[in-house]
């Protein structure tokens, strides 16, 4: 059975990346879950490893020691800084890296297969503002003026290091996923739940929050268990190698009425 890497498996993809694996013990050998602090507790088969891919690649591969047999990488390892350059400069470098430590410590050469990496609707601009529907695969590349997207960053390191590789790469785009982190607040759906649960015990109705422009239009999200599945599907399925891949849940708008009842 192949073992597989979990980065950031600490956050919302990562842990349910984990969880799916851990599902599936007649198809996965070790997980090896790989995170900045340990907040969970895992299956014996589950391994975690504590290190900062903002340190240097031998500094990562010394944390790797010992990692074998891994065929498949998820890469879900983010940092949130305070500007899109800082959103560059960070989780590019984390995953040139990571990539070096992989280089360093044998595992890119020896039995790696493919690496998928948990990227975004921020592909497409969304957050510059409206973009076209339905978003494809294809479509170009949002660049100057606007600021620099890391994921575009992040899917060229990719491309420049699975060159002569017997390993190749999967880029997954969901929209804003939903799930549950310990201490993970970038989660619409906490949000909405702390929303509501505040309005209850007040007795107060649960007004729509938003926008006229919001309550009218549509939006989409995607669940962290689904985005987990389609990425452990997209690992072992040959013909999606080296391209990009949308994952969406769609929901349309279901409450029309100005409020919900309290309570519902």
Known sequence: MPNVIVTGATGINGRAIIKKLCEQPETWGTVYAVS????????????????????????????????????????????????????????VKMLQNFLEALQISGIQTSSLKRIVITLGAKWYGVQ????????????PRVEAPFPPNFYYGQVDVLKSAAKGQQWDWVAALPSAVQGFAKGNAMNFASSLALYAAITKE?????????????YFGWDSLSYAPLVAEFEIWAALNPACGNQLLNIENVFEELARGKIIPNGV
């Open 128 to 139: 510059f503002g409206p973009v076209r529907n339905p978003c494809v695969e294809d479509d």
């Open 202 to 214: 007040l007795g107060e109705e649960l007004i729509f929050p938003g926008s006229q422009e919001s």
């Open 36 to 91: 900045r602090s340990s907040t969970e507790e895992y299956p014996s088969h589950v391994k975690h490893i504590t290190t900062d891919f903002l340190n240097p690649g031998a500094n990562i591969a010394e944390k790797l020691k010992g990692v074998q047999g891994v065929e498949y990488i998820f890469y879900a390892a983010y940092r949130q800084e305070l500007n899109d350059q800082g959103n560059w400069d960070t989780n």
